[in-house]
């Protein structure tokens, strides 16, 4: 079981930037995949970025080119740097890894785009 504690977050201005991080632990040795999805109420979970213990990312394509997904495999942390914030992007945002074929979950943590 790996447990997942995120931060970051909160309001933010059009145009503005924002990282999130969420740290590991548990049994966290045998983590392949982590990244983030993002949720607005009333839609389905999106996934937003995506990265492998080897430094491979994806991201999608409404945030490709704004946000880059980084990663300490020594601390088993991974984060969301977030530029050029748009209205869109306001939604909660999940942290996952991806072990074994066994997703993990963070609890989520609010962005929120408004001026």
């Known amino acids: 079981q790996v447990q997942l504690v995120e931060s970051g977050g909160g309001l933010v201005q059009p145009g503005g930037s924002q990282r999130l991080s969420c740290a590991a632990s548990g049994s966290s040795d045998s983590i392949n995949a982590m990244g983030w999805f993002r949720q607005v109420s009333g839609k389905e979970r999106e996934l937003v970025a995506v990265?492998?213990?080897?430094?491979?990312?994806n991201y999608a394509d409404s945030v490709n080119g704004r946000f880059t997904i980084s990663r300490d495999n020594a601390k088993n942390t991974v984060h969301l740097q977030m530029n050029s914030l748009r209205s869109e992007d306001t939604a909660v945002y999940f942290c996952f890894t991806d072990s074994w074929g066994l997703r993990s979950w963070g609890q989520g943590t609010q962005v929120t785009v408004s001026s």
């Open positions: 990265i492998t213990s080897g430094g491979s990312t």
